[in-house]
């Protein structure tokens, strides 16, 4: 199985900070990588897939990065909107595998 | 509107099957675009992906759990389902059912049910 490693676990931030969450993949998924916005009570919702590609309707502040392993998701500047917890996922291989998550939470 | 819907018990007891509903509306189970998909998230917990699954062939089971799952799609109904047998308390979770396309480009969950809350316990 790849394993997801996703860091930190937390970030405390507050509005119009600049936000980078990391994923590290246990081995290469090229770039089948997606991230995911989920708020409490709420299913996931895709912001970014293909490493690099936005989802429509998802605001341009959100932009990821990577190939291989190492994969980022960035915030360029935090909204009220973007508290949430945020997940990594590949899809290069089965068994598709998600990271542990990153809480946004307001400093 | 697209939109997917899952049903089934909230509460099942230890040893027992766990049995879950997800309707598709708007669209149709029929795609040949996409896999229909099962995904759990214990509480305060991250996601677990369980099953994807076309209409008519190409099911893929997580691993860890497949020797306990069966699933299937009803294209009459217009839905899937899951069954989880011998359930523990390890089954608690959130179930969600998802659609990812069957291209790589095309991979991730792009659309989710609102989940299903399901606790084992006696």
């Known amino acids: 199985d790849i394993q997801m490693t996703q860091s930190p676990s937390t970030v405390s931030a507050s509005v119009g900070d600049r936000v980078t969450v990391t994923c590290r993949a246990s081995?290469?998924?090229?770039?089948?990588m997606a991230w995911y916005q989920q708020k409490p009570g709420k299913a996931p919702k895709v912001l970014i897939s293909?490493?690099?590609s936005l989802e429509s309707g998802v605001p341009s502040r959100f932009s990821g990065s990577g190939f291989g392993t190492d994969f980022t998701l960035t915030i360029s500047s935090l909204q009220p909107d973007d508290f949430a917890t945020y997940f990594c996922?590949?899809?290069?291989?089965?068994?598709?595998?998600f990271g542990g998550g990153t809480r946004v939470e307001i400093k | 509107q697209l939109q997917l819907q899952e049903s089934g018990p909230g509460l099942v007891k230890p040893s027992e099957t766990l049995s879950l509903t997800c309707n598709l509306s708007?669209?149709?189970?029929?795609?040949?675009?996409?896999?229909w998909a099962w995904i759990r998230q214990a509480p305060g917990r991250g996601l677990e992906w369980i099953a994807n699954?076309?209409?008519?062939?190409?099911?893929y089971y997580n691993p860890s759990l497949k020797s306990r799952i069966a699933t299937s799609v009803d294209t009459s109904k217009n839905q899937f389902s899951l069954n989880l047998t011998s359930v523990t308390a390890a089954d608690t979770a959130v179930y969600y059912c998802?659609?990812?396309?069957?291209?790589?480009?095309?991979?991730?969950?792009?659309?989710w049910g609102q989940g299903v809350m399901v606790t084992v316990s006696s």
């Open positions: 996922q590949q899809y290069n291989s089965y068994p598709l595998t």
């Open positions: 708007g669209g149709s189970v029929t795609s040949s675009s996409h896999y």
């Open positions: 998802a659609r990812r396309g069957t291209t790589l480009n095309y991979g991730s969950f792009d659309l």
């Open positions: 081995q290469s998924i090229s770039y089948w």
């Open positions: 699954m076309f209409h008519y062939e190409s099911t």
């Open positions: 293909k490493a690099t």
